[in-house]
């Protein structure tokens, strides 16, 4: 398998383009919060902007598989949990029932999944 064919290329790909999205649907939601207001676009909007960074971190890094992995839990957590406050904001309903608990346990799981990385040697 060629270089350019690792399964973990792709996932950490994914992992920026993510970053790269999160940052700029952050920094458009802090605009539309800061005109349009809205009670939960602001929410979202820092959570998009504070797991930017680390969607491009991670991407970047790739160190070891339970790294992506815990970015890739984070990031469908931050979809859940972003993508219900949205919804609620904007089309007046949620995203579907408990959407945005699942998304928080996630993002709790990511977070915990990440910190777990840290505890793996990374082979050379």
Known sequence: MS???RPSDNSSRILVLAG?????AGVALSAAA????GAFVGT???F???HAPVFLAAGL????????????ILLVGLLLFCGDLLAR??????LFPLSAPIGGTLLIAGWLAIA???LVRVRS
């Open 3 to 5: 270089t350019a064919e």
């Open 61 to 72: 890094l790739g160190a070891n598989r339970i790294l992506r992995i815990g970015s890739l």
């Open 116 to 118: 777990a990385s840290a």
């Open 20 to 24: 790269g999205f999160c940052g700029a």
């Open 48 to 50: 998009l902007l504070m």
């Open 89 to 94: 904001d904007f089309i007046g309903s949620r």
């Open 44 to 46: 979202a909007a820092s």
């Open 34 to 37: 800061a005109h349009l207001g």
